[in-house]
């Protein structure tokens, strides 16, 4: 028997309309992934991984995971979820309160909806059903919500969070890449309406948020460390500018580019990837990166020049090192 038709948009986010290419995945197949026990001929060829699919009696005794997995085999496809897997999704929907510990699967079905090739299909499949708000409140609660931009000069987070997405999943960017840009914008869902779309103290309100996320969810700490610093650090690295270098030689140390220069590299995939998704950035390069990676070359001999010198003293050579290359003023005025 088919649920009401109030479920298909619980929760949906008002991009949901935007996406409207038939889902090449048909509501049969999915219920056979849904009780698959292992990697087969019943895989979507989009989804292919190892340890793929949970054991069927899990999934049959927690319909959460059931909701969980349809929604993550959405991200497989380019297109949509259609409404016969909303349906199939709001029929396992558990009733009444989601724990607030989640399963070590949970995180599992979450982390490969957000590794597939359109993760928005997993967001939009989840708020059809009604279990974003209630699986991912802290996301849920990003839509509708304004953010300064260029042109239009404002954008809805919650819909730039899925073009961030699948940037992401266009640039195969890993999965601590892919967790950052799912939740770096979570202290912004509840800024004050008076300072809208600014959003004053954002960070001090999204650091325990995603640290409880990640709690929930068991989330690798590899993924909570880049969704920390990118949640401090993106919006500072998209207004770094070549004149001061002082500040730039700061940022580099902040961010750990001289001693974790992995980490680095994912901080500036997810800022190339949220700057590409703002309009009219789609096939541009992303000016910052390069500046930082110029900068980050032009200290790469400072300490064998000045031997070992103390924090200070190694951030100042930095700082002359960086406005050598670019002929800018060593310090200017601090909070890059």
């Not at 259609?82 to 349906?87: K, P, V």
């Not at 993106?234 to 580099?252: F, K, N, Q, W």
């Not at 998704?277 to 200290?299: D, I, Q, V």
């Not at 930095?318 to 310090?331: D, G, K, L, T, Y």
């Amino acid at each position: 028997m088919s649920p009401p038709l109030s479920r298909r948009w619980w929760n949906c986010p008002r991009s949901c309309s935007e996406f409207t290419e038939p889902d090449p995945f048909s509501v049969d197949a999915r219920r056979s992934w849904l009780h698959a026990d292992a990697i087969g001929d019943t895989h979507p060829p989009a989804m292919a991984s190892e340890n793929t699919f949970l054991p069927a009696d899990l999934v049959e005794t927690d319909p959460l995971l059931g909701v969980l997995r349809l929604a993550a085999l959405s991200a497989g496809s380019d297109g949509p979820p259609d409404d016969a897997t909303l349906d199939l999704m709001f029929e396992r929907m558990p009733a009444g309160r989601i724990d607030d510990e989640l399963s070590a699967a949970a995180w599992r079905e979450l982390a490969r909806g957000l590794m597939g090739q359109r993760p928005s299909n997993m967001l939009v499949a989840l708020s059809g059903c009604g279990a974003l708000g209630r699986v991912l409140p802290e996301v849920a609660a990003l839509f509708g919500v304004p953010q300064i931009a260029d042109d239009p000069p404002q954008v809805d987070i919650g819909q730039h969070l899925l073009r961030v997405l699948d940037e992401a999943a266009r640039c195969n960017a890993p999965l601590p890449v892919r967790f950052a840009a799912l939740v770096m914008h979570i202290g912004k869902s509840d800024s004050p309406p008076e300072h809208l779309p600014v959003h004053y103290r954002h960070v001090e309100r999204g650091r325990p948020r995603i640290d409880a996320l990640c709690q929930r969810f068991g989330v690798p700490e590899a993924c909570r460390e880049l969704a920390l610093l990118a949640l401090s650090e993106c919006e500072r690295v998209h207004r770094v500018t070549e004149v001061r270098a002082g500040p730039i030689a700061a940022m580099l140390e902040r961010v750990g580019a001289f001693d974790r220069p992995d980490r680095f590299g994912q901080l500036l995939m997810l800022c190339a990837c949220d700057y590409r998704a703002y309009r009219g950035h789609a096939a541009g390069e992303y000016p910052k990166a390069a500046l930082l990676r110029t900068a980050l070359s032009a200290c790469a001999g400072v300490e064998q020049t000045h031997g070992s010198p103390g924090a200070e003293e190694l951030q100042e050579a930095r700082a002359a090192a960086i406005a050598r290359v670019f002929r800018s003023e060593r310090w200017s005025s601090p909070g890059t």
